[in-house]
């Protein structure tokens, strides 16, 4: 089943802040996140392990609430270069690599 | 360098006109798949394969075929396109963190 992302699209000013989510009703082994630029193909931010710690990529983290089988991603003072469409993946423990993926949220960045 | 090779990056075909997206990875990863990619349905698996000969079905496998004769090529292959097939195509290799993609093979059929 499909995780559920939000908010669908954001848009922000250059330095201001963001919170995407993705939900699960399934228990999860992991959630990976993503970023997709126009026309180009996903590249791998970061991915959280059941068990694990928040994980932090330059001024983008991330946590994984199991019990909530949640995933925040946190962009903080956004740049330009942060634009583009965030999916999150996530994985069960018996899903042998498999990840269903999110429909995406479209992040807008304004100077 | 690390990558995920897919060619063609652009194809215009007619319907049941046999075409084949060919993926390769230099990366020695067991796990590849394959995605399609439709405005606001996210990417969806076609097919993946754990290892050479061992191939499976994803969410959307009809109308598509898929082999894996060697760990770097994973070729995709649909043998009648058909225009619902019109589409953006991933190829991807997963690495022990996380996927690496191919650059994307926008199909049209008409």
């Known amino acids: 089943q499909q995780p559920v992302q939000s908010p669908q699209a954001v848009i922000l000013r250059e330095g201001e802040d963001a919170v995407i989510n993705c939900s699960s009703s399934?228990?999860?082994?992991?959630v990976h996140w993503y970023r997709q630029k126009h026309g180009e193909a996903p590249v791998f931010l970061m991915i959280?392990?059941?068990g694990g710690e928040q994980k932090g990529h330059e001024k983008i983290s991330a946590s994984f609430n199991e019990k909530k089988q949640q995933s925040s991603l946190y962009l903080t003072a956004s740049q330009l270069s942060y634009s583009g469409t965030y999916f999150c993946?996530?994985?069960?423990?018996?899903?042998?690599?498999?990840?269903?993926w999110g429909a995406g949220t479209k992040l807008i960045i304004k100077p | 360098e690390a990558q995920v090779t897919q060619n063609p990056r652009y194809l215009i075909t007619v319907t049941g006109k046999k075409l084949t997206v060919t993926c390769s990875q230099n990366?020695?990863?067991?796990?590849m798949s394959w995605y399609r990619q439709d405005p606001g349905l996210g990417l969806r698996q076609i097919y993946y394969?754990?290892?050479?000969?061992?191939?499976d079905k994803g969410d959307v496998p009809e109308g598509y075929k898929v082999s894996r004769k060697e760990k770097r090529n994973f070729p995709l292959i649909l043998e009648s396109p058909s225009p619902n097939q019109t589409s953006l195509y991933f190829c991807?290799?997963?690495?022990?963190?996380?996927?690496?993609f191919g650059s994307g093979t926008r199909l049209t059929v008409v």
């Open positions: 991807a290799s997963r690495w022990a963190n996380g996927y690496t």
């Open positions: 990366m020695n990863h067991e796990y």
């Open positions: 394969s754990m290892n050479v000969e061992v191939t």
């Open positions: 399934k228990a999860l082994y992991s």
């Open positions: 959280l392990l059941k």
């Open positions: 993946g996530t994985e069960r423990t018996d899903s042998n690599y498999q990840l269903i």
